[in-house]
T-cell receptor, first 114, second 114 residues
Framework: KAGVTQTPRYLIKTRGQQVTLSCSPISGHRSVSWYQQTPGQGLQFLFEYFSETQRNKGNFPGRFSGRQFSNSRSEMNVSTLELGDSALYLC?????????????FGSGTRLTVV | GENVEQHPSTLSVQEGDSAVIKCTYSDSASNYFPWYKQELGKRPQLIIDIRSNVGEKKDQRIAVTLNKTAKHFSLHITETQPEDSAVYFCAASIKSYNTDKLIFGTGTRLQVFP
Protein backbone atom coordinates (compact mmCIF):
# COMPACT_ATOMS: atom_id res chain seq x y z
CA LYS A 1 0.00 0.00 0.00
CA ALA A 2 1.60 3.25 -1.14
CA GLY A 3 2.07 5.96 1.45
CA VAL A 4 1.39 9.66 1.19
CA THR A 5 3.28 11.14 -1.75
CA GLN A 6 4.30 14.77 -1.91
CA THR A 7 5.87 16.43 -4.92
CA PRO A 8 8.20 18.04 -5.45
CA ARG A 9 10.54 17.24 -2.54
CA TYR A 10 12.49 20.47 -2.88
CA LEU A 11 11.73 23.86 -4.38
CA ILE A 12 13.63 27.10 -4.62
CA LYS A 13 11.60 30.14 -5.56
CA THR A 14 12.15 33.88 -5.72
CA ARG A 15 10.24 36.38 -3.63
CA GLY A 16 7.02 37.42 -5.38
CA GLN A 17 6.64 34.19 -7.32
CA GLN A 18 3.94 31.64 -6.73
CA VAL A 19 4.24 27.93 -6.07
CA THR A 20 2.01 24.85 -6.22
CA LEU A 21 2.64 21.78 -4.09
CA SER A 22 0.98 18.42 -4.60
CA CYS A 23 -0.11 15.69 -2.21
CA SER A 24 -1.47 12.25 -3.09
CA PRO A 25 -3.03 10.57 -0.05
CA ILE A 26 -3.14 6.89 0.75
CA SER A 27 -5.60 5.12 -1.49
CA GLY A 28 -9.05 5.27 0.06
CA HIS A 29 -8.24 8.20 2.33
CA ARG A 30 -10.54 11.14 1.73
CA SER A 31 -9.14 13.69 4.15
CA VAL A 32 -6.00 15.70 3.43
CA SER A 33 -4.56 18.24 5.86
CA TRP A 34 -1.69 20.63 5.22
CA TYR A 35 0.84 21.88 7.76
CA GLN A 36 3.73 24.30 7.67
CA GLN A 37 6.74 23.23 9.71
CA THR A 38 9.40 25.71 10.75
CA PRO A 39 12.10 25.44 13.44
CA GLY A 40 10.72 26.54 16.79
CA GLN A 41 7.13 26.84 15.54
CA GLY A 42 6.30 23.20 15.22
CA LEU A 43 3.56 22.23 12.82
CA GLN A 44 1.16 25.03 11.98
CA PHE A 45 -2.21 23.99 10.56
CA LEU A 46 -3.00 25.45 7.13
CA PHE A 47 -6.22 23.75 5.99
CA GLU A 48 -8.03 20.46 5.65
CA TYR A 49 -9.97 19.04 2.73
CA PHE A 50 -12.49 16.24 2.73
CA SER A 51 -14.33 15.07 -0.37
CA GLU A 52 -13.21 18.11 -2.36
CA THR A 53 -14.46 20.57 0.28
CA GLN A 54 -12.33 22.73 2.55
CA ARG A 55 -13.64 21.84 5.98
CA ASN A 56 -11.23 23.72 8.14
CA LYS A 57 -8.59 26.39 7.92
CA GLY A 58 -5.83 27.85 10.05
CA ASN A 59 -4.67 31.39 10.61
CA PHE A 60 -2.71 31.96 7.44
CA PRO A 61 -3.14 34.85 4.99
CA GLY A 62 -5.20 34.47 1.85
CA ARG A 63 -1.99 33.97 -0.17
CA PHE A 64 -2.21 30.37 0.98
CA SER A 65 -4.90 28.39 -0.77
CA GLY A 66 -5.65 24.81 -1.65
CA ARG A 67 -7.99 22.45 -3.36
CA GLN A 68 -8.81 18.78 -3.55
CA PHE A 69 -9.71 16.77 -6.60
CA SER A 70 -12.23 13.97 -7.01
CA ASN A 71 -9.45 11.37 -6.61
CA SER A 72 -8.58 12.97 -3.23
CA ARG A 73 -5.27 14.37 -4.45
CA SER A 74 -4.73 17.83 -3.06
CA GLU A 75 -2.74 20.86 -4.06
CA MET A 76 -1.77 23.92 -2.11
CA ASN A 77 -0.79 27.18 -3.69
CA VAL A 78 1.17 30.07 -2.24
CA SER A 79 1.10 33.31 -4.19
CA THR A 80 3.38 36.33 -3.87
CA LEU A 81 6.00 34.38 -1.96
CA GLU A 82 7.75 36.00 0.98
CA LEU A 83 11.05 35.03 2.61
CA GLY A 84 9.11 33.90 5.69
CA ASP A 85 7.29 31.27 3.65
CA SER A 86 10.45 29.18 3.58
CA ALA A 87 9.49 26.01 5.42
CA LEU A 88 8.78 22.31 5.16
CA TYR A 89 5.21 21.81 3.99
CA LEU A 90 3.69 18.55 5.12
CA CYS A 91 0.45 16.97 4.12
CA UNK A 92 -1.30 14.25 6.06
CA UNK A 93 -4.02 11.90 4.96
CA UNK A 94 -6.66 10.28 7.10
CA UNK A 95 -9.28 7.69 6.25
CA UNK A 96 -12.15 9.06 8.28
CA UNK A 97 -14.32 12.09 8.47
CA UNK A 98 -12.86 13.05 11.86
CA UNK A 99 -9.32 13.48 13.11
CA UNK A 100 -9.57 10.54 15.46
CA UNK A 101 -8.41 8.03 12.87
CA UNK A 102 -4.82 9.22 12.97
CA UNK A 103 -2.83 11.03 10.34
CA UNK A 104 -0.22 9.60 8.01
CA PHE A 105 2.23 12.25 6.92
CA GLY A 106 4.05 12.58 3.64
CA SER A 107 7.76 13.34 3.48
CA GLY A 108 7.06 16.97 2.79
CA THR A 109 8.10 19.62 0.30
CA ARG A 110 10.94 21.86 1.44
CA LEU A 111 10.35 25.32 0.03
CA THR A 112 13.12 27.88 0.05
CA VAL A 113 12.28 31.45 -0.91
CA VAL A 114 15.24 33.61 -1.89
CA GLY B 1 -8.57 28.76 22.29
CA GLU B 2 -6.36 26.77 19.94
CA ASN B 3 -3.28 26.40 22.07
CA VAL B 4 -1.29 23.28 22.72
CA GLU B 5 1.74 23.98 24.88
CA GLN B 6 4.54 21.45 25.09
CA HIS B 7 7.41 21.18 27.57
CA PRO B 8 10.32 20.84 27.68
CA SER B 9 11.63 21.98 24.32
CA THR B 10 14.76 19.85 24.74
CA LEU B 11 15.40 16.83 26.92
CA SER B 12 18.62 14.90 27.39
CA VAL B 13 18.66 11.56 29.20
CA GLN B 14 21.05 8.71 29.73
CA GLU B 15 20.27 5.44 28.00
CA GLY B 16 18.04 3.35 30.24
CA ASP B 17 16.52 6.32 32.02
CA SER B 18 12.92 7.46 31.62
CA ALA B 19 11.75 10.52 29.68
CA VAL B 20 8.57 12.48 30.24
CA ILE B 21 7.11 15.12 27.92
CA LYS B 22 4.11 17.18 28.99
CA CYS B 23 1.44 19.03 27.01
CA THR B 24 -1.46 21.22 27.98
CA TYR B 25 -4.43 22.19 25.85
CA SER B 26 -7.04 24.90 26.12
CA ASP B 27 -10.17 23.52 24.42
CA SER B 28 -12.30 21.55 26.88
CA ALA B 29 -14.01 19.85 23.92
CA SER B 30 -10.74 18.23 22.76
CA ASN B 31 -11.19 14.47 22.69
CA TYR B 32 -8.27 13.01 20.74
CA PHE B 33 -4.59 13.28 21.67
CA PRO B 34 -1.95 11.68 19.44
CA TRP B 35 1.83 11.74 19.77
CA TYR B 36 4.17 11.83 16.79
CA LYS B 37 7.87 11.06 16.52
CA GLN B 38 9.95 12.78 13.87
CA GLU B 39 13.48 11.55 13.26
CA LEU B 40 15.95 13.84 11.57
CA GLY B 41 15.02 14.39 7.93
CA LYS B 42 11.99 12.12 8.12
CA ARG B 43 8.25 12.50 8.31
CA PRO B 44 6.35 12.61 11.62
CA GLN B 45 5.00 9.19 12.54
CA LEU B 46 2.21 8.35 14.93
CA ILE B 47 3.54 6.42 17.93
CA ILE B 48 0.59 6.39 20.30
CA ASP B 49 -2.74 8.13 20.80
CA ILE B 50 -5.38 8.41 23.49
CA ARG B 51 -9.01 9.39 23.53
CA SER B 52 -10.81 11.40 26.17
CA ASN B 53 -12.67 8.43 27.60
CA VAL B 54 -9.39 6.78 28.65
CA GLY B 55 -6.97 7.94 31.32
CA GLU B 56 -3.91 5.95 30.33
CA LYS B 57 -2.65 3.84 27.45
CA LYS B 58 0.52 1.77 27.15
CA ASP B 59 2.40 0.25 24.27
CA GLN B 60 5.57 -1.54 25.32
CA ARG B 61 8.00 1.15 26.52
CA ILE B 62 5.76 4.12 25.82
CA ALA B 63 2.68 5.28 27.66
CA VAL B 64 0.42 8.29 27.56
CA THR B 65 -1.64 9.67 30.43
CA LEU B 66 -4.51 12.13 30.18
CA ASN B 67 -5.94 14.41 32.86
CA LYS B 68 -9.05 15.98 31.38
CA THR B 69 -9.79 18.08 34.45
CA ALA B 70 -6.41 19.73 34.32
CA LYS B 71 -6.32 19.64 30.49
CA HIS B 72 -2.93 18.06 30.25
CA PHE B 73 -1.48 14.87 28.86
CA SER B 74 1.97 13.35 29.01
CA LEU B 75 4.18 10.94 27.10
CA HIS B 76 6.31 8.56 29.13
CA ILE B 77 9.18 6.60 27.61
CA THR B 78 10.83 4.03 29.83
CA GLU B 79 14.20 2.31 29.36
CA THR B 80 15.20 4.84 26.72
CA GLN B 81 17.46 3.77 23.88
CA PRO B 82 19.60 5.83 21.47
CA GLU B 83 17.06 5.15 18.70
CA ASP B 84 14.46 7.02 20.74
CA SER B 85 16.38 10.22 19.92
CA ALA B 86 14.03 12.37 17.82
CA VAL B 87 11.63 15.28 18.02
CA TYR B 88 8.32 14.39 19.64
CA PHE B 89 5.12 16.32 18.97
CA CYS B 90 1.91 16.16 20.93
CA ALA B 91 -1.38 17.18 19.36
CA ALA B 92 -4.97 17.76 20.39
CA SER B 93 -8.18 17.81 18.41
CA ILE B 94 -9.77 21.24 18.32
CA LYS B 95 -13.34 21.91 17.27
CA SER B 96 -13.45 24.48 14.48
CA TYR B 97 -15.93 25.21 11.67
CA ASN B 98 -18.15 22.37 12.96
CA THR B 99 -15.41 19.82 12.52
CA ASP B 100 -12.13 18.89 14.14
CA LYS B 101 -8.57 19.74 13.32
CA LEU B 102 -5.34 18.64 14.94
CA ILE B 103 -3.27 21.33 16.59
CA PHE B 104 0.31 20.42 17.41
CA GLY B 105 2.65 21.45 20.17
CA THR B 106 6.00 23.01 19.29
CA GLY B 107 7.93 19.77 19.80
CA THR B 108 10.45 18.30 22.22
CA ARG B 109 13.91 17.31 21.02
CA LEU B 110 14.86 14.18 22.94
CA GLN B 111 18.49 13.10 23.02
CA VAL B 112 19.38 9.75 24.52
CA PHE B 113 23.07 9.37 25.30
CA PRO B 114 24.63 5.90 25.37
Amino acid sequence: KAGVTQTPRYLIKTRGQQVTLSCSPISGHRSVSWYQQTPGQGLQFLFEYFSETQRNKGNFPGRFSGRQFSNSRSEMNVSTLELGDSALYLCASSPGATVGYGYTFGSGTRLTVV
Amino acid sequence: GENVEQHPSTLSVQEGDSAVIKCTYSDSASNYFPWYKQELGKRPQLIIDIRSNVGEKKDQRIAVTLNKTAKHFSLHITETQPEDSAVYFCAASIKSYNTDKLIFGTGTRLQVFP
